[in-house]
C-alpha cells in the first residue's frame, strides 16, 4: 500500500544549527511533493513545493530536496531559531485532480 | 487573502447522532479535502472533492459522507457518530491541479460521548 513516513520521533537541536527533516515514500510516484508547518491548535500552513524534475528549491532559510530514485525528500531549516519549533508535514500530490495525501509529520523543538 | 471557515471550533456530540461539520472557502478554490488528526498518525484524507457534486473517497471514508452542492461550501457528516470518531477535523482548499499550495482551516475539535 501508499506510505509517507516521517521521523515520529521529536528532533531537538540547538538554535543556530541546522535542522534536517525526512520524508520518505513508497508505492507512490508523486509528481508534486509539498511541506508545511503546524502550530499547536492550527491548521498547517504551506512552505514550500518541489516538482518532482527539480532536485533543490530554497526559500530563505529553507532548502527541500527530492530524490524519486531514493522516494525521499530531505527538508532543511539553517540558522534554525526557537520560533521555528513546531510541527512540519510534508505531502504528496500525483492525480491530475490534485489530491494531496500527508505523512505523520515531525515535531522540531529548537532550544535557545 | 485566502478564508477557509469551519463552522464550529469545539464540538461535543453524543453516540448515534449525526453530525454536520461545515466548512467555506472564499477563493473560488476548485478543490476541497477534509482530513481528520490524531497523535501520531498525522493527517489523515477523508473525503476529496475536485468539483461541484465530484467527490472522490479518501484513504478513511467508513462513516462519513460528504455534500459539495456549491463550489464555495464543503460538508463532512457523520451519518451515526461514535467514540471513535472523537478527533481534530481539518477543511482545506486549493486551486484545481497537482501544483498548487492547500489553504487549511482551523480545525474543528469533535468529542463524541
Known amino acids: 500500500s501508499q506510505k509517507i513516513e516521517q521521523n515520529s520521533e521529536a528532533l531537538n537541536i540547538q538554535e543556530g544549527k541546522t535542522a534536517t527533516l525526512t520524508c520518505n515514500y513508497t508505492n507512490y510516484s508523486p509528481a508534486y511533493l509539498q511541506w508545511y508547518r503546524q502550530d499547536p491548535g492550527r491548521g498547517p500552513v504551506f512552505l514550500l513545493l518541489i516538482r518532482e524534475n527539480e532536485k533543490e528549491k530554497r526559500k530563505e532559510r529553507l532548502k527541500v530536496t527530492f530524490d524519486t530514485t531514493l522516494k525521499q525528500s530531505l527538508f532543511h531549516i539553517t540558522a534554525s531559531q526557537p520560533a521555528d519549533s513546531a510541527t512540519y508535514l510534508c505531502?504528496?500530490?500525483?492525480?491530475?485532480?490534485?489530491?494531496?495525501?500527508f505523512g505523520q509529520g515531525t515535531t522540531l523543538q529548537v532550544k535557545p | 487573502d485566502v478564508k477557509v471557515t469551519q463552522s464550529s471550533r469545539y464540538l461535543v456530540k453524543r453516540t448515534g447522532e449525526k453530525v454536520f461539520l461545515e466548512c467555506v472557502q472564499d477563493m473560488d478554490h476548485e478543490n476541497m479535502f477534509w482530513y481528520r488528526q490524531d497523535p501520531g498518525l498525522g493527517l489523515r484524507l477523508i473525503y476529496f472533492?475536485?468539483?461541484?457534486?465530484?467527490?472522490e473517497k479518501g484513504d478513511i471514508p467508513e462513516g462519513y459522507s460528504v455534500s459539495r452542492e456549491k463550489k464555495e461550501r464543503f460538508s463532512l457528516i457523520l451519518e451515526s457518530a461514535s467514540t471513535n470518531q472523537t478527533s481534530m477535523y481539518l477543511c482545506a482548499s486549493s486551486l484545481e491541479g497537482m501544483s498548487t499550495e492547500a489553504f487549511f482551516g482551523q480545525g474543528t475539535r469533535l468529542t463524541v460521548v
Open positions: 472533492s475536485y468539483d461541484v457534486k465530484m467527490k
Open positions: 505531502a504528496l500530490s500525483r492525480s491530475n485532480t490534485g489530491k494531496l495525501i
